[in-house]
């Protein structure tokens, strides 16, 4: 398996009045030494915080924490645009920044901003070359001038600083084979673990995809969206009946993440709330203390 580190992090939804306790929360979990934040990004909800907005915000009053949208809404952020965002981000924050992007999802509320709806083919092809071209925009080098179906550019200065890691939400086939051919990471859709038929059936697209291109598939992270209870006793079953775990005690979440590291190539873990909420700050802080360093040291026990 590869030997990149293995990253947890938390997500959290991003209401307006949640904003305060968010706050906290990033905060202590960047003390505590949690890797990464999770946000997501709902632009035609007025209810939710924005998503980049709110990671500049965070990333300012952090000093370890990296963040990312998960995942951002390309349809209503053009990839130029967000390319600038990202990089100007990477560079306040010392590179404390993930790019997560998706092809769009909830057309209904994305064309109610004005956006033109595309079709499921076309806004996978408008992702992939958003891929490309923010990564063009990126790393310094001449002015870039691009020419795509749904992206052109003419004369643009890149910024003189990498692109971050683009970690994607791809669920259909033709996205999957986008990932493998362009991006760095992989968030499985619908919080699908590694036990899952979702991701078995998902992963090897990628891999197929990367290896015909020439790229070691291995270098393609799998960061799982993980929504579950800590509990303070052993749970008698930590999947319920149709294989989606749901927790349990410190120990069993230690032995099943660590499975899940050696024997499926997981590379990170975004811990959710079960119940669809913002993350609490006590479960933030037993993820961090209990969890998080205990894997790791797992990990290292069995590779020697």
């Known amino acids: 398996m590869s030997a990149q580190k293995v990253v947890f992090g938390f997500g959290a939804h991003t209401g307006i009045d949640d904003g305060p306790e968010l706050l906290r929360t990033a905060q202590q979990a960047d003390r505590d030494g949690l890797d990464i934040f999770s946000l997501s990004d709902h632009p035609y909800i007025g209810g939710r915080l924005d998503a980049y907005a709110s990671i500049g915000y965070i990333l300012g009053g952090t000093r370890q924490i990296a963040g990312f949208a998960n995942v951002s809404n390309l349809p209503t952020r053009p990839a130029p645009l967000l390319a600038r965002a990202v990089t100007s981000l990477s560079v306040l924050s010392g590179g404390r920044i993930v790019l997560g992007l998706g092809a769009g999802g909830l057309w209904d509320r994305i064309s109610d901003l004005g956006v033109p709806r595309l079709s499921p083919g076309d806004a996978v092809d408008a992702f992939e070359e958003a891929i490309v071209l923010i990564k063009k925009l990126s790393g310094g080098g001449p002015p870039v001038t691009y020419r795509g179906r749904f992206y052109q550019v003419n004369q643009i200065e890149p910024a003189p600083v990498p692109a971050p890691p683009v970690w994607t939400g791809s669920v259909g086939p033709k ?57 303070d006793r052993p749970l008698a079953a930590t999947r319920d009946g149709a294989g989606r775990w749901i927790g349990g005690s410190p120990s069993q979440w230690v032995e099943e993440l660590t499975g899940a590291v050696l024997e499926h190539q997981a590379s990170g873990f975004i811990l959710f709330s079960p119940s669809g909420s913002s993350q609490d700050i006590v479960s933030v802080g037993r993820w961090a203390h209990e969890i998080a ?11 020697g």
């Open 293 to 303: 360093p205990a894997v790791r040291e797992a990990i290292i026990k069995e590779n």
């Open 175 to 231: 996205s999957l084979a986008a990932t493998g051919r362009v991006a760095d990471g992989w968030i499985p859709g619908h919080a699908a673990d590694w036990r899952s038929d979702r991701y078995q059936q998902s992963r090897p697209v990628i891999d197929a995809a990367a290896a015909a291109v020439n790229r070691d598939p291995r270098e393609i992270r799998t960061v799982f969206n993980l929504p579950g209870r800590i509990t």
